[in-house]
């Protein structure tokens, strides 16, 4: 009988192997070695002149363009060849 299953109750997490520790994953800017928060951390992309950072507020907007560039579709029926 497949289909339904019961989620494990484990769950696992990266270990060093010699010791057993678990393995922290720490985000560290890379030009001046500090440790970051989440709220610290945002987006960007690389150009050939630098970083460019996208906001929310970009993305926000940039969804909202797209949303009104899309015209409502009608749906079409064809009739099926034999």
Do not use: W
Request: proline share 5%; charged share 30%.
């Amino acid at each position: 009988m497949a289909g339904h299953r019961e989620p494990l109750p484990v769950a696992f997490r990266q270990i060093h192997v010699a010791d057993n520790g678990f393995v922290k994953v720490k985000k560290v800017c890379e030009l001046d070695g500090v440790e970051v928060s989440a709220a610290e951390i945002g987006r960007g992309y690389e150009t050939a002149t630098g970083i460019v950072e996208i906001t929310d507020a970009v993305l926000s907007d940039k969804f909202r363009e797209v949303n009104a560039m899309a015209a409502p579709r009608r749906s079409r029926s064809y009739p099926r060849s034999s």
